[in-house]
């Protein structure tokens, strides 16, 4: 049986630390990995890493690393020191997406630990089609983030953050332990948001995703803790 509290990652989408640290508390039951974005993580200073760690919960450190290859491996390596289990950098040259994945087993190898899994940003799930021909791309989200897909796996790096619209076409192109992880999941009975391309918690995991992130319909429901047990539940009965 599929345990869902391993394949869910709620996301912090607050800017507070003692919001951050309320909504941990509550769902500390129920929820075993949490997402750290950017917004999060500098208006917090990184607190909330820290309390995550204290708690034994799993971080998902989410800041897209994207600059010149020798920055970002040595952001990887500060990450790797911080204890997270995933992070995200995007899917950009090779050089600097091989590095960063040297960089996670070196510092992982001399601190002894658990190395992190990597995955890189593929389409971010705001962006549609014609925002992509906006910025001058020729290409659709799907055919964009299977070829960005295809590249990080021949980087060395694990995975990748993709929609869950996509995930069955880039496991199929990069086989099923190519780690994904799907955000812009919502439940039936969610409100879509910004977010242009959703997908439900069981559709993505019988499409094949990994992780799923989900962040407003947990975190702004009257009840977290029993929204995420429900989603939980959606997901194991996949």
């Known amino acids: 049986m599929i345990s869902g509290k391993e394949k869910l990652i709620v996301a912090i989408d607050t800017n507070e630390f003692d919001k951050a640290k309320e909504l941990i508390d509550k769902l500390e039951d129920s929820v075993d990995i ?30 897209k690393f994207h600059d010149i290859p020798n920055t970002m491996q040595s952001a990887v390596r500060a990450a790797v020191r911080d204890k997270v289990w995933l992070m995200t950098i995007h899917v950009s040259d090779m050089e600097g997406m091989r590095q960063c994945a040297l960089a996670a087993k070196e510092e992982a190898e001399k601190l002894n630990i658990e190395k992190p899994i990597i995955v890189g940003v593929t389409v971010l799930t705001s962006l549609s089609n014609q925002d992509l021909q906006d910025i001058g791309c020729n290409m659709n989200t799907e055919e964009l983030a299977i070829k960005r897909a295809k590249l990080a796996k021949e980087a060395g790096i694990d995975g990748i953050v993709c929609s869950a619209q996509e995930v069955d076409k ?18 039936v009975s969610s409100e879509v948001g910004d977010q242009k391309r959703v997908v439900t918690p069981a559709d993505a995991i019988n499409r094949g995703a990994h992780y799923l992130v989900v962040g407003r319909p947990i975190t702004k429901a009257e009840n977290p803790k029993e929204s995420a047990e429900k989603i939980v539940n959606e997901i194991e009965n996949a």
Not at 40 to 52: E, P
């Open 34 to 63: 949490f997402k750290v974005g950017l917004e999060q993580y500098v208006a917090t200073r990184g607190k909330t890493v820290d309390y995550l760690n204290k708690k034994g919960k799993k971080v998902f450190l989410d800041l």
């Open 170 to 187: 880039i496991v199929e192109a990069c086989g099923k332990d190519f780690v994904t992880v799907c955000p812009g999941i919502r439940p």
